[in-house]
């Protein structure tokens, strides 16, 4: 079975600074996919990037970018010029490639980093 | 679109008693399941769909049973609360299709106290 660890459970950075949230896993699998989901006080469950396996290519989407060190098994996600709105818990995910759903299809979340943001 | 969608979002029940979480999604998707989430734990499978009239057990399926009642929706249901059920319930959804986009797509969470 796949297990996520998040080192950090909690974090606090300065507005406009940069911070770095870690995440690693283990698998035996060589095909999955990774994701770093935002939980807000509003519990809500927001997909903030997300990292197919087979890609070298490090994901980015605006101020969050990853990386991915495959042979690692390491995940971390970089938010920069982090603001107010960035305040939250994160979640580190991991899923297995099968197409035909599942269990195998199933997240398996780590425990989480709360990231305080200081102004 | 509304997404996925869960009802109620807040419940309390005595120890004993049973209810049924119920989730729809109006994004067309294949597979539904069902998450729980304990303070200090990322969420944890405990059932799921993969497509309708399928439904098998997650990491923590003891004392809930589901219903995957057409490709829209899927229930949860407790036969008889204990208080180790308190949690934060969510349920999710994914298109299963070759191509399409990996992740999940989550509700808003119901808020379970048993009492």
């Known amino acids: 079975a796949q297990t996520v660890t998040q080192s950090q459970p909690e974090m606090s950075v300065q507005e406009a600074e940069t911070v770095t949230l870690s995440c690693t896993y283990d698998?035996?699998?060589?095909?999955?996919?990774l994701f770093w989901y935002k939980q807000p006080p509003s519990r809500q469950m927001i997909l903030v990037i997300r990292?197919?396996?087979?890609?070298?290519q490090n994901a980015t989407e605006n101020r969050f970018s990853v990386n991915f060190q495959k042979a690692a098994k390491s995940f971390s996600l970089k938010i920069s010029d982090s603001q107010l709105g960035d305040a939250a818990m994160y979640f580190c995910?991991?899923?297995?490639?099968?197409?035909?759903?599942?269990?195998?299809?199933?997240?398996?979340f780590g425990k989480g980093t709360h990231l305080i943001i200081q102004p | 679109n509304a997404g996925v969608t869960q009802n109620p979002k807040f419940q309390v029940l005595k120890t004993g008693q049973s209810m049924t979480l119920q989730c729809a999604q109006d994004m067309n998707h294949n597979s539904m399941y069902w998450y729980r989430q304990d303070p200090g734990m990322g969420l944890r499978l405990i059932y799921y769909s993969a497509s309708e009239g399928t439904t098998d057990k997650g990491e923590v399926p003891n004392g809930y049973n589901v219903s995957r009642l057409n490709k829209r929706e899927f229930s949860l249901r407790l036969e008889s609360a204990a208080p180790s059920q308190t949690s934060v319930y969510f349920c999710?959804?994914?298109?299963?299709?070759?191509?399409?986009?990996?992740?999940?797509?989550f509700g808003p969470g119901t808020r379970l106290t048993v009492t």
């Open positions: 999710a959804s994914r298109r299963l299709r070759q191509g399409a986009s990996p992740e999940q797509y």
């Open positions: 990292q197919e396996a087979y890609k070298q």
């Open positions: 698998t035996s699998e060589s095909d999955y996919y």
């Open positions: 995910a991991y899923r297995s490639p099968a197409l035909s759903g599942g269990g195998a299809d199933g997240l398996t």
